[in-house]
């Protein structure tokens, strides 16, 4: 990889010199093998294409790239963060190969750019600000490579190298050529090859030329682009700064003592902070002892309403209980966590007086909102056991396991004395890990796999239509079920309206579905976006 500074500088990258006159970058012959070979493999895979096996080859040859160049001996090599994401992005790109989902796609393309973000700087350890290194440093490549496109400027030394060059080229080019037609006039099978093969060159020629347009040279354009953001580094040291100013753990805020002719406080000033502290301490413990009463009714309200034997009563707004109530409890939950953070983050740790019973309210009200993370856990429970799965349910799941761990951070910071920076460093980790954790799944299979089922009166078939192909072949497999709903909705989702349809053609409409799809997917999948599932389906509808 080509770096201008090294890696643990803060100079940048540019000098105002050398940015005046727009030299272009120093690029390496790997990279200026790499840069047109990377655009014109990004034209192949991904030109009025899907998301598939070119996703995961792209990133293969971005990864491949990129160890290639990094030096032995690079600070990235010792990075638990690096290793990290290099795994993660191994494992995505798996996932896009294997499912093709819209998660692993954005798990695929999230760690390949953090990835290349800590190339850049190896010692970040927020993964937001190394996704945001990564972005700003290909921002920084583009006008670099701008002066290559520029025709070189004419004048007696660049004339008399591009005749020798020139000369160079054609010497050898018109000796091949004289004995190309001495071997076509001597023997009849040379010329019947040579033949052939210029016929399908120019086969090939007039086939390359409908596809030359517009739009296709700004893909190229916008595939080189990309390819040299990726394999291209310019350090860029700004939120490697900013992450160098950031701590572990909160540090108490002293005074200034008097040194080099610093004035002292006076003892007025240093009472009148240790009562601005002490009524500090005051309205905290008020908050924690009087929000800790109130959440306490809430939870044992939900205890003994969902927690056990909950049934919806006749006319019960299941929607309303799930959708609003969930939201509002959520939001409640980061309110909580937002008024810890806000009370921990200076020297109220430090306040020996009363900082048992600080962090004990503080804990016990952490407590008291993962017992309200669990009551948002059950009602989003009960709404899928009465209405069936979606992809926010489980959403709101993912979301929910976040919070729990976001509380066990918050936990830490009361008891430890952790800093917002570790809050957000710990927390951002367990984002990935969980983004990772939505790519494995096969969720439109079991989603599928769970709404046809006979305990269910009402089925959103509309849904389900609208779920990538692969998922036609199980509800085939199951559309007996269809025959005992007493409501099947088969208008898309988002539709104004609601249409029902029978079961008897509700299961004409899914064999139509799944019959076009047998007769089109032959013709209109194309080995860019191969997926193994789509695969495996269609092999199993096939039979």
């Given at each position: ?187 009849p099978r040379y010329a019947a090859l040579a033949g052939q093969v210029f016929e399908r060159l120019g086969d090939w ?328 599932a789509e695969s495996a389906a269609f092999a199993e509808a096939s039979k």
């Amino acid at each position: 990889m080509t770096t201008f500074t090294s890696p643990a500088a803060s100079a940048p990258a540019f000098p105002p010199a050398v940015a005046a006159r727009r030299i272009p970058l120093p690029l390496t012959a790997l990279q200026k093998l790499l840069l047109p070979l990377g655009a014109v493999l990004f034209d192949v895979l991904f030109y009025r294409q899907g998301v598939g096996l070119n996703l995961a080859l792209y990133t293969l040859f971005v990864v491949a790239a990129t160890l290639v160049g990094l030096p032995r001996h690079a600070a990235v090599w010792r990075s638990g963060y690096f290793r990290l994401l290099l795994a993660g992005t191994m494992l995505s790109a798996g996932a896009v190969l294997w499912y093709g989902s819209g998660a692993a796609w954005l798990a695929c393309v999230a760690s390949l750019v953090m990835l290349l973000g800590l190339v850049n700087q190896p010692h970040l350890r927020l993964l937001a600000f190394a996704l945001l290194t990564a972005l700003g440093a290909a921002a920084r490549v583009l006008p670099g490579l701008l002066p290559y496109l520029r025709l070189p400027q004419a004048g007696a030394g660049r004339w008399g190298s591009t005749r020798f060059y020139g000369r160079l080229l054609l010497a050898p080019l018109a000796v091949l050529v004289v004995f190309h037609f001495l071997f076509v006039l001597a023997n009849p099978r040379y010329a019947a090859l040579a033949g052939q093969v210029f016929e399908r060159l120019g086969d090939w020629l007039l086939a390359l030329l409908p596809a030359i347009s517009i739009p296709h040279l700004l893909f190229f354009l916008v595939g080189l682009a990309l390819t040299a953001g990726t394999l291209v580094v310019v350090p860029l040291h700004f939120f490697q700064d900013r992450e160098s100013r950031l701590g572990e753990f909160v540090r108490r805020q002293r005074d200034r003592v008097a040194s080099l002719g610093v004035r002292r406080p006076d003892f007025r000033t240093l009472n009148r902070k240790a009562l601005d502290l002490r009524k500090e301490y005051l309205a905290a413990l008020a908050v924690f002892g009087l929000v800790n009463g109130l959440l306490l009714v809430v939870n044992v309200i939900d205890i003994r309403w969902i927690w056990s034997g909950f049934v919806p009563a006749p006319g019960f707004d299941l929607t309303q209980f799930v959708h609003e109530g969930t939201y509002v409890l959520i939001f409640s939950i980061l309110v909580a966590m937002g008024i810890v953070l806000w009370f921990f983050r200076r020297n109220l740790n430090f306040y020996q007086p009363g900082l048992v019973a600080l962090r004990w309210g503080a804990t016990v009200w952490v407590v008291q909102n993962a017992v309200l993370v669990v009551s948002v856990g059950l009602r989003n429970y009960y709404y899928i056991q009465y209405t069936g799965l979606a992809y926010k349910r489980i959403g709101v799941y993912g979301f929910l396991l976040l919070t729990f761990f976001g509380l066990v951070t918050v936990l830490l910071k009361i008891w430890q004395r952790r800093s917002a920076f570790a809050l957000v460093r710990l927390n951002s980790l367990a984002a990935y890990g969980l983004l990772l954790l939505l790519a494995l799944g096969n969720w439109e299979i079991w989603i599928g796999r769970y709404n046809l089922n006979a305990r269910f009166q009402t089925l959103d078939l509309g849904f389900l239509l609208e779920m990538p192909a692969r998922v036609l072949p199980e509800l085939a497999a199951r559309q007996q079920v269809l025959d005992g709903m007493s409501r099947i909705i088969i208008s898309p989702p988002g539709s104004y309206t609601a249409e029902t349809a029978p079961p008897t053609e509700a299961r004409a409409l899914l064999q139509r579905r799944l019959a076009n799809w047998r007769l089109n997917y032959p013709r209109q999948r194309t080995w860019q976006s191969w997926t193994a599932a789509e695969s495996a389906a269609f092999a199993e509808a096939s039979k």
